[in-house]
Every structure is written in C-alpha cells, then in structure tokens.
C-alpha cells in the first residue's frame, strides 16, 4: 500500500528539566524581551506558580480560573490582558488554566508560555474550547499554541496519585483517539503509540510511588507525545463524547476521559487492526483492550461516571447531543443504540463489549 498523507507539525520550542522551570522561565522572558507579563495560575497553583515565577516580574496575577473555559471568564480574562497592555501570558497549571490563556490568545494573539503541573497536554495543542450555555465549542487556531512549553516533573509531584492517574489517563485518550480521529497518519499513530507506552510506564511508577520523579518525567514526556499525535490526528469518537458530557453536565475532565476510554477502545477497535496491534505492543499485551485493562486495574482508575454526579437520567440527551457531533471518519458507525450502551456500561463501570 502506498504512503499517501497529509501531517502538519506546530512550532514549538519544547524545555524539559526537572527543578528548573524558574531558570528556563527566566531565560525564556529575557529572550522575548517582555515587559508586562501576565500569569494565569489558579488558587490552587498559587504555591508552585510563586516558585515558577521568582525570577520574573509579574504585572497581572490573574487567578480566576475554572474547568471548560466558561466564556464568562475567558471575557474577564481578556478584558484584564487588553486593559494591562500585556504582552506574554505565562500560565502555570493544568488544563483549565492552559484553556483559560488560549481563550485570551485567541483573540488577542498574546504569545504564551505554558508550565504544566499535570499530564493533559493542552499546552501542546492548538484546540482551544470554550463554555457557554452548557454547550462547549472547540476549534483550531495556531494562535494559541503556547510557543515555548517547560516541563518540569518536580512541579507535580504534588498532585495527588488519584488525580495524577487520571490526568495521565487523559493524555492516553489523546494517544487512542489519535489511531483513528479525522486526521489521523501514520506519524500521528507512531506519537501516539510512543505516548502509551511512556505513560504507562510513567503512571505505573507514580501508582507505586507518588514521589518517583523519573516516573513523573516519563508521564510528562507521554504527556507531551500524545497532545503531539492528537494536535495532528484532530478530535475523535472520544473526544466528542468527553466534549459533551464536560460542557453539558460539568464533570470533572481527567476523570469524564479516564471513564469513557475504555469503551471507545471497546467500540472502535475491532474495525481498526493496526490501532489494536500499536496499542496492544505499547502496552505489552495481546490485545489493545486486554492491555488496557489490566493498566486500569493496576493503577486502580476510575471506571464510573455515576461516581461524579452524572444521573443516568442525562443519558438520553447525552445520545442526542454527542450524535450531532460523531465524526464521519470514525472506524465504526456510530447508532443512538451504540452510544445509548456505551454510555450505559460507562455509567455504571461495566466493561464494554462490542461486536
């Protein structure tokens, strides 16, 4: 079969260096020449972002930050920057505090610096998504692409092991969707496997030990590998789903995308060999779904949605909305009947079986 596909890679400058994200931070705004800086840090990252920044001075310390970017916030947030002339964001946290400076680049077009303190790998996307009236939008703009990211593993040594597993999970969804979503080729697909197996590995250090820092290097380097296949392969099945069950009925996300995994795995895989054949090798199983499963059980990750507030009453209007949304690409069609039972087993934490 010929080679025949369409790859785009996003320019970033990428600084790894466990206990140096204030020193490449440093360099990295002397470099810019950046004078009125602006950190978006939440309250709870206030203790790291204090040490990220020491050796900066910091113009606007904007802490106002939720999960899903509720548009709300994304408009404060950008009346702030504009009304401080700001011209570097420097935004220290996970997912929601990278969302929150994308939606400020996005129409301002204010450079970004990203140091994540979990493993989601936004801030090695160009997505953007933002909340408003229950309904969370996404879509693509180089515009916020952080153009440098530090990784830094000591800055999250401090996340729990709950949350650490299940930010790692996250970034594994990014990795299995990218084996089939709309853009999905053959570079894409090998970042995606090499992420599995980084995180894997990274994940099952941290479930032993929580202070494992060389565990914690290799979860960010997974981190950072599948937001990489996922940043080319674009959105897929899962990704649809977490979408709307995040922005609808505002569930946690780490933990929405740990507990639809498995049954989009469960779903696709049968219609895609070489997705089953990658995944099953990264995670050095027989079967991608077999694999999986035992990482789950080894690292005792959340399996339920009904364990974070969501009502089995929401998952007829879960069907509905997430059918408008079902890539067309998808290796499987996709029914109201499919989704109906996938979000059933998930509800509860059955494992799926499709055939």
């Given at each position: 079969?010929?080679?025949?596909?369409?790859?785009?890679?996003?320019?970033?400058?990428?600084?790894?260096?466990?206990?140096?994200?204030?020193?490449?931070?440093?360099?990295?705004?002397?470099?810019?020449?950046?004078?009125?800086?602006?950190?978006?840090?939440?309250?709870?990252?206030?203790?790291?972002?204090?040490?990220?920044?020491?050796?900066?001075?910091?113009?606007?310390d904007h802490r106002d930050v939720a999960p899903h970017v509720p548009i709300d916030k994304a408009r404060s947030a950008r009346t702030i920057a504009a009304e401080n002339g700001v011209d570097l964001i420097v935004c220290v946290g996970g997912g929601s505090t990278t969302g929150l400076a994308k939606a400020?680049?996005?129409?301002?077009?204010?450079?970004?610096?990203?140091?994540?303190?979990?493993?989601?790998?936004?801030?090695?996307?160009?997505?953007?998504?933002?909340?408003?009236?229950?309904?969370?939008?996404?879509?693509?703009?180089?515009?916020?692409?952080?153009?440098?990211?530090?990784?830094?593993?000591?800055?999250?040594?401090?996340?729990?092991?709950?949350?650490?597993?299940?930010?790692?999970?996250?970034?594994?969804?990014?990795?299995?969707?990218?084996?089939?979503?709309?853009?999905?080729?053959?570079?894409?697909?090998?970042?995606?496997?090499?992420?599995?197996?980084?995180?894997?590995?990274?994940?099952?250090?941290?479930?032993?030990?929580?202070?494992?820092?060389?565990?914690?290097?290799?979860?960010?380097?997974?981190?950072?590998?599948?937001?990489?296949?996922?940043?080319?392969?674009?959105?897929?099945?899962?990704?649809?789903?977490?979408?709307?069950?995040?922005?609808?009925?505002?569930?946690?996300?780490?933990?929405?995308?740990?507990?639809?995994?498995?049954?989009?795995?469960?779903?696709?895989?049968?219609?895609?060999?070489?997705?089953?054949?990658?995944?099953?090798r990264a995670l050095g199983a027989t079967s991608a779904l077999a694999g999986l499963d035992a990482l789950y059980e080894e690292l005792d990750a959340p399996r339920a949605l009904g364990d974070f507030e969501f009502l089995r009453e929401n998952i007829a209007e879960s069907v509905e909305l997430v059918m408008?949304?079902?890539?067309?690409?998808?290796?499987?069609?996709?029914?109201?009947?499919?989704?109906?039972?996938?979000?059933?087993?998930?509800?509860?934490?059955?494992?799926?079986?499709?055939?």
């Open positions: 079969m010929p080679i025949d596909f369409d790859h785009h890679a996003l320019a970033q400058r990428i600084r790894f260096g466990s206990g140096k994200a204030a020193q490449i931070l440093a360099e990295e705004v002397a470099e810019r020449g950046a004078k009125r800086i602006m950190l978006i840090a939440s309250e709870y990252e206030q203790t790291l972002a204090r040490v990220v920044t020491k050796d900066i001075e910091i113009l606007v400020v680049a996005l129409t301002s077009g204010i450079p970004i610096v990203a140091v994540p303190t979990t493993y989601a790998g936004s801030e090695a996307t160009n997505v953007w998504g933002i909340t408003e009236e229950s309904r969370k939008t996404t879509g693509v703009a180089n515009v916020v692409l952080p153009g440098t990211i530090i990784y830094d593993a000591s800055l999250t040594v401090s996340l729990p092991k709950e949350l650490s597993i299940a930010s790692g999970m996250n970034g594994m969804a990014h990795c299995v969707d990218s084996m089939w979503a709309p853009r999905s080729n053959p570079i894409a697909r090998s970042l995606a496997e090499e992420g599995i197996r980084a995180l894997a590995k990274g994940l099952r250090g941290i479930a032993h030990d929580g202070s494992d820092m060389e565990a914690r290097e290799w979860a960010l380097f997974g981190a950072y590998a599948s937001a990489s296949s996922f940043s080319s392969a674009g959105s897929g099945l899962h990704h649809k789903i977490c979408h709307v069950l995040g922005g609808r009925f505002d569930l946690p996300h780490a933990q929405t995308h740990t507990v639809i995994l498995p049954h989009v795995l469960a779903f696709n895989v049968s219609a895609s060999a070489e997705a089953d054949e990658r995944i099953a408008e949304v079902v890539p067309p690409s998808n290796p499987r069609l996709v029914t109201s009947d499919d989704l109906t039972e996938l979000l059933e087993n998930a509800f509860v934490g059955n494992r799926s079986v499709f055939v």
